[in-house]
């Protein structure tokens, strides 16, 4: 079964520090996605990065990077030096290439203190 | 390029009413997916409609219900309407189906059953 999940409910961090959202995943498929968005207070889901299972290259864009690891089924997303307009809630997703929907974690609210 | 436009952004109902809900895709997209939000069970995949055509259904009861236009515009109805349906519904789009696809995401009609 799939099944996504972000085991930290929330984090809150001083602006500056770098901070990392972890996300755990389950599938049966040798063939899936896997996604992070971010969702600000207006409420639309934000796409950040999609990756796919024969892909474990670590990605970095700007102050953020992801760290694939298919050994440990994580997906882990790091924000460094945190700035305020981080704070949102952040989701891990998957979707198994025969099947449409994603599956969200439960997210994670970030708060990023000034 | 216009996102994803959801109409209307908030709404309240009454138990027993029913509603509907629209969605705009990006100018291309052919397809449409709807997401519940609610804090309990946090984001779950109602439907997909990729050229008119549902091809996935989440495990919602019948009430929840779907269309989607030549347009590619997609409405989702909900009958019956309970205290429990209260919740932000997504909508989001691609260009194409299929696992793994980059979904965006509108701002959300937050509905709100008394």
Not at chain 1, 72 to 95: G, H, K, R
Not at chain 2, 49 to 59: A, D, I, L, M, V
């Amino acid at each position: 079964a799939q099944k996504v999940t972000q085991a930290q409910t929330e984090i809150s961090v001083v602006e500056k520090e770098d901070v990392t959202l972890d996300c755990v995943y389950e599938t049966r498929d040798t063939t899936y996605y896997l996604f992070w968005y971010k969702q600000p207070p207006s409420g639309e889901l934000v796409f950040l990065i999609r990756r796919n299972s024969f892909d474990e290259q670590n990605e970095i864009s700007g102050r953020y990077s992801w760290n694939f690891q298919k050994s440990t089924s994580s997906f882990n997303f790091t924000i460094t030096a945190s700035q305020v307009v981080d704070s949102a809630v952040y989701f891990c997703a998957l979707s198994e290439v025969r099947d449409d929907k994603i599956i969200f974690g439960k997210g994670t609210r970030l708060h990023i203190l000034p | 390029k216009a996102g994803v436009t959801q109409t209307p952004r908030y709404l309240i109902k009454t138990r027993g009413q029913q509603v509907t809900l629209s969605c705009s895709p990006i100018s291309g997209h052919r397809s449409v997916s709807w997401y519940q939000q609610t804090p309990g069970q946090g984001l779950q995949f109602l439907f997909e409609y990729f050229s008119e055509t549902q091809r996935n259904k989440g495990n919602f009861p019948g009430r929840f219900s779907g269309r989607q236009f030549s347009n590619s515009r997609s409405e989702m109805n909900v009958s019956t309407l309970e205290l429990g349906d209260s919740a932000l519904y997504l909508c989001a789009s691609s260009h194409r189906t299929g696992g793994g696809t980059e979904a965006f995401f509108g701002q959300g009609t937050r509905l709100t059953v008394v």
